[in-house]
């Protein structure tokens, strides 16, 4: 159920009435009068009507009110802060319902493989090597790769655990083949305590072998078992400085960060202090990819008391039930068209059985928190969807209900597409994997399964209001921008042309995935992602109307300036 929003107006209202009764009209009308307000824009309240406003009135970080310019100026005090929007269009703050901040940190200082702009295995090694000389003998390397650098590289292939020898004969290497598969090279392995007859990683991963038994070096998901990490007060200062730096850039004012247990302590030890970030944080905590390791008492999950609520709250956690298409481990029904690599038969991943995936949707209920089940193959949809339903089964209070990145490279099947409407089921999705994806998804499952899959416009003639996300990790660097998704989701436009036309979303529709449907998959509808009296002042002054350009050009629209409780947290130079 969505918590009751505090009535600001009215409280604003009975404050003025009892300084009022106490003969002092002078303050009642300070008490009563806006902090700041902002006049002479086009707004997109986004409300139930999807009503436009030219202007609005902030106090205590909430809307006062929403109206014309006329109106909103007149309740201005001699105090009051007065800022003009000069005509631009401005939307509620966007929210961002999945992403990884803290590996998008540190791949900023990882070596850089991705394609398209590191084209070859060729160059990537180069890179590779320029790094050897300047790392110290024995230190790790890590190497970050596009998803599917096998489809996307001009070999059509991974680095090889000879390769990466070679390139870095003394140290050992980690390349990300986007975040659900790795190739390490023999140091790595030897590293990694990796052999011919040891095949086991602590936290899940599955180690590939030639018909010999010799690891290949190709790993998947074992993004858990890296031996090397960022330092926790590195962690902290990302918290309190890049990540909210880097997203209000992009005019998102909430984060819905998916975090490991580490990192989600060094956001508690952030919020404990009492720091008023620039961003509101969000967090689903995961553990290990079949949940092995999330701590029994959920309430130690928690952000401290006395934490600023608004910025700092422990959402649900989350369990993978596969990896991901394009890395070829996404469980699927039928094996991949093209199964070169793929494990188990060809069908990818099942990370979590049915049991596993149902009894952490019941351990998270009984937390009151929410829950998000990973599932990116039609199979694995499958799993999730009976879990939720035996969860169901058990009566009682529920708690939210999430499927991470519901019907991108394939669509529901008619028992999925059920469970989601029956069960009021949150689906979350990433628009611009069509941009990025499209073509090596069509590739590792054939036309006639990826023609299912993307299909945005069903979804919202569905009633699902699909929440949209980046899931950046810094693979995409690119893809923390929302508005290069809004353009996919509004032009259909692929890395190999535009596919189904008939899937495209409305300009409004694209934006509502950003926010009021973005709030709702966070539990926050009341507080956030509209503008509307009694909410949150979080809204985004952006360099061009959507609603009148032409979509081919939505991706170059910049957040000019964030607005979050009413200030502006950042301003475009």
Request: hydrophobic residues 45%; proline residues 7%.
């Amino acid at each position: 159920m969505p918590r009751q929003r505090p009535t600001l107006p009215l409280s604003r209202i009975v404050l003025a009435l009892t300084v009022l009764a106490a003969g002092d009209p002078a303050r009642a009308a300070a008490a009563a009068a806006p902090d700041v307000v902002f006049l002479d824009g086009k707004i997109a309240t986004l409300d139930a009507k999807g009503s436009f406003a030219s202007a609005v009135a902030v106090k205590d970080g909430r809307f006062l009110a929403v109206g014309s310019t006329k109106a909103i100026r007149k309740l201005a005090g001699k105090d009051t802060r007065i800022v003009s929007l000069h005509g631009r269009l401005v939307v509620p703050g966007l929210i961002d319902a999945h992403c990884h901040p803290v590996p998008t940190m540190f791949f900023t200082t990882a070596v850089d493989a991705r394609a398209p702009g590191v084209p070859s295995v060729a160059q990537a090694l180069r890179n590779i090597e320029a790094r050897a000389r300047v790392t110290p003998k024995g230190a790790w390397i890590p190497v970050v790769g596009a998803s599917s650098s096998q489809a996307k590289f001009v070999e059509k292939r991974l680095p090889t655990r000879a390769e990466l020898d070679a390139a870095a004969p003394d140290n050992p290497v980690w390349f990300w083949n986007g975040t659900h598969a790795e190739v390490v090279n023999s140091s790595g392995l030897k590293a990694l305590g990796i052999s011919k007859g040891n095949l086991k990683l602590p936290r899940g991963g599955r180690v590939s072998v030639d018909a010999s038994g010799e690891p290949t070096g190709v790993m998947f998901e074992a993004e858990d078992d890296i031996p090397f990490a960022p330092r926790p007060e590195t962690v902290v200062g990302w918290f309190r400085e890049g990540i909210p730096a880097l997203w209000n850039a992009h005019g998102f004012t909430t984060l819905n960060g998916m975090l490991a247990l580490d990192e989600l302590a060094a956001l508690r030890e952030v919020a404990a202090s009492g720091f008023v970030p620039s961003i509101r944080y969000s967090a689903f905590v995961f553990a290990e990819p079949n949940g092995a390791g999330m701590p029994a008492d959920l309430g130690r999950l928690a952000m401290p008391p006395g934490a600023p609520r608004s910025f700092y709250r422990t959402t649900g956690i989350k369990l993978w039930i596969d990896g991901e298409v394009d890395a070829g481990s996404g469980f699927c029904s039928a094996p991949y068209a093209d199964p070169e690599g793929v494990p188990d038969g060809g069908r990818g991943l099942r990370i979590t059985t049915r049991a596993e995936a149902t009894a952490f949707a019941r351990k998270a209920r009984a937390a009151g928190l929410a829950v998000g089940l990973h599932a990116s193959c039609d199979a694995s949809s499958e799993i999730a969807v009976r879990a939720y339903r035996e969860v169901a089964r058990d009566g009682g209070a529920r708690t939210p209900q999430r499927l991470e990145h519901h019907g991108q490279f394939t669509g529901p099947t008619p028992e999925v597409a059920r469970a989601v409407k029956e069960l009021d089921l949150i689906v979350v999705t990433q628009p611009a994997w069509l941009l990025f994806l499209g073509r090596s998804t069509y590739h590792l499952l054939g036309e006639e399964r990826a023609r299912t899959g993307f299909r945005y416009g069903s979804m919202v003639k569905a009633g699902l209001m699909p929440a949209a996300s980046s899931d950046t990790t810094g693979v995409y660097l690119e893809a923390v921008n929302p508005f290069l998704h809004m353009k996919t989701a509004v032009t259909r436009v692929s890395d190999m042309g535009v596919l189904q036309p008939e899937e495209a979303l409305s300009v409004t529709d694209a934006l509502r995935m950003w926010t009021t449907w973005a709030a709702r998959s966070i539990q926050e509808e009341e507080d956030r992602g509209s503008i509307e009296p009694g909410k949150l002042a979080d809204m985004v002054v952006l360099s061009g109307d959507l609603f009148t350009m032409d979509p081919r050009s939505i991706d170059q629209v910049r957040a000019l300036q964030t607005i979050v409780g009413g200030k502006v947290v950042h301003e475009a130079r």
